[in-house]
């Protein structure tokens, strides 16, 4: 009995070994494999079973087993491990669920841009990306999580390798490695084809936009008085711009009224009409036919630069702005190199084109300054503002020693843009539609006389008798007034129409501008300069009327920031590393064994 008991001992260990490795193993290839089939359960069963075995008959072998004090110890080692270990599950489990990450990279390069929030915060229905990539980019795959999360999993992505799954590459008609498509209900579309620079925000956060905005709107610019080309590819040209425009699913055309194509008229169908610093003044015709587009409910872009004279300034007046004569001047905020000419603007206005600009930058260079008067049913929000230290210069001969000479110099803050709308009646925004239309089948192609020809194109340089406009932080409403010193223009109440009666469920039509002094802030040489670009996009985007959460801060781009280490810089630090350290660590050694000899 004793020898049996003995050989009972030797073996019955053999079943603590066992169960554990078919406990561990089991368990593992559930986890991995993520499907628990058969054989991991039946080893998780199996061994499961033999540790019962063991502990059951373990103090039968050895008698007294659970009762000494070895065997109370390595209990309670192992079950405090245990609990470590599923304390630090439980940590990695909320972890996951419930993450919060902290970007501190100066450009938030691993964090969405508020407009890629926005868009994903936003989807009717599932999106999923799909990459064709022979292998995956942890940066590319950090910011494919990103998106993930932030559309609560309403953005899904999955990496199919080319050689693996050719018939995937012959469904989306894949050409090459790296490229994107975005895939949402029955609409599949391609994003990019991935570079050197990896996955661009920009183009799947617009994309993603795209899938659901249907046909793009057009955008029209006027041409033929000196405006900026749309296709110049120089630094002074918009090739930047326009590029932005159609990544955010607009079509860009040019317009010329005086053709006989045209026949004096605005497109009908023209989001947006964009008048882009005229360096000569536009026809009257011209005018006329951008006043009855407003008149119709028409969205129009206007920048005026300085030193231009495209004799708009009664257009102007009629929404209640009146055009500087001078050049805004801020010596407490511009660009070392450029000037106190080239204000940088950190103050803007409650509306939605700028409501998330913050106190980041927009430069301006040289810009004309804007003032607001009365007018009628106008409603006026100031977009940007200079500092208090700026002023309105009238003397543009005088710099670069530029200096506040009052009278004729108008103190600031001064306005740089401003955004106006006007209620439009149902029926007579019909009815100029209708009389554009008539116009438009019996339109003359005869060349119309220029406005006041026979006054000199230079900018009669008068002071302004009017003080520039405060910066406000409320944005003014039909029904109240600001307290500031503004002469923003509130829209009065109207009578209710019949045709409102009758359709109470009809959205009201508005008429919409936007005013820039200057057109230099969207040309390619600093389109891409702080919240230069932003501001352009998103006064497009209210224009247009396209859904406010997407009119925010654009996707940044990673910036690369190697060091390049000159030879000398690079002998230092490897002496430093193979000799100056192992050398103070032996002094150090010296010291030390000197005080204890």
């Known amino acids: 009995m004793k020898k049996r008991l003995t050989q009972l001992k030797q073996y019955w260990i053999f079943l603590l070994w066992i169960g554990l490795f078919l406990l561990i193993a089991g368990s593992t290839a559930g986890l991995l494999t993520g499907e628990w089939m058969t054989t991991p359960t039946l080893m998780i069963i199996f061994g499961t079973t033999s540790l ?34 599923g304390i ?76 693996a799954k050719p018939g ?3 469904e989306f008609g894949v050409t090459a490695d790296g490229e994107v498509f ?9 994003v990019q084809t991935i570079g050197l620079d990896g996955l661009s925000e920009t183009q799947l956060s617009n994309r993603i936009a795209q899938l659901g905005a249907g046909a793009a709107s057009k955008i029209y610019f006027l041409q033929g008085h000196g405006e900026r080309s749309v296709s110049d590819g120089q630094q002074d040209g918009m090739a930047r711009a326009m590029k932005a425009l159609e990544e955010k699913n607009f079509e860009v055309e040019p ?76 010596p407490e905020r511009w660009v070392q190199g450029l000037g106190p000419a080239a204000p940088l603007a950190i103050d803007y206005g409650q509306h939605p084109i700028t409501q998330d600009f913050g106190q980041n930058f927009s430069l301006f260079p040289v810009v004309k300054p804007l003032r607001l008067t009365d007018a009628e049913d106008i409603t006026a929000q100031p977009l940007v503002f200079t500092s208090d230290a700026s002023w309105e210069e009238m003397n543009l001969d005088q710099g670069p020693d530029w200096t506040l000479d009052a009278p004729e110099d108008q103190p600031g803050p001064l306005i740089l843009a401003v955004a106006l709308s006007k209620p439009v009646e149902s029926a007579a925004a019909a009815s100029a539609i209708d009389s554009e239309t008539d116009e438009t089948e019996t339109a003359e192609t005869e060349t119309a006389e220029p406005l006041n020809e026979s006054e000199p194109i230079a900018a009669e340089e008068t002071p302004a008798e009017e003080t520039a406009t405060e910066p406000t932080e409320e944005t003014t409403t039909p029904a109240e007034s600001t307290e500031t010193d503004s002469t923003e223009t509130d829209a009065t109440q109207e ?43 998103n006064a497009i985007g209210w224009l247009a009327e396209v859904d ?24 230092f630090l490897a002496w430093t590393a193979l000799a100056t350290f192992p050398a103070i660590g032996l002094g150090a050694s010296a010291i030390l064994w000197w005080k204890r000899r």
Do not use: C, H
Request: net charge negative; no cysteine.
């Open 52 to 85: 019962s075995i063991w502990a059951t008959g373990q103090d039968r072998v050895a008698r007294g087993f659970w009762s000494r004090r070895s065997t109370e110890i390595g209990t309670n080692a192992i079950i405090s491990t245990l609990a470590v270990i």
């Open 88 to 163: 630090l599950a439980a940590i990695n489990v909320l972890g996951a669920r419930y993450s919060q990450r902290l970007d501190l990279t100066e450009a938030k390069q691993f964090t969405l841009a508020p407009e890629s929030i926005a868009i994903v915060a936003n989807l009717d229905a599932p999106v999923k990306i799909w990459i064709f990539s022979y292998q995956a980019n942890p940066a590319d795959q950090a910011l494919l999580d990103n998106y993930r999360r932030a559309s609560d999993g309403q953005i899904s992505y999955e990496y199919v390798d080319p050689q």
């Open 168 to 170: 995937m590459v012959q």
């Open 182 to 190: 975005l895939e949402a209900n029955d609409s599949r579309q391609f």
């Open 255 to 330: 317009l010329t009224l005086t053709s006989a194509a045209s026949g004096s008229m605005i497109p009908q169908d023209a989001a947006v009409l964009a008048i882009i610093s005229p360096a000569t003044a536009l026809f009257e015709n011209e005018v006329a036919a951008i006043s009855d587009y407003l008149a119709a409910g028409g969205r129009v872009l206007l920048t005026v630069d300085p030193n231009t004279e495209p004799k708009l300034d009664e257009f102007a007046a009629s929404w209640g702005v009146e055009l500087g004569k001078g050049i805004a001047i801020d």
């Open 495 to 537: 009578e209710p129409n019949t045709t409102e009666d009758q359709n109470p469920e009809a959205p009201e039509i508005e008429a919409r501008l936007v005013m820039f002094g200057d057109s230099d802030f969207l040309t390619d040489s600093f389109f891409d300069n702080q919240l230069n670009g932003d501001l352009f996009l």
């Open 548 to 571: 406010e959460t997407q009119l925010s801060i654009r996707s940044k781009e990673s910036t690369e920031r190697s060091l390049t280490l000159t030879p000398p810089v690079a002998r």
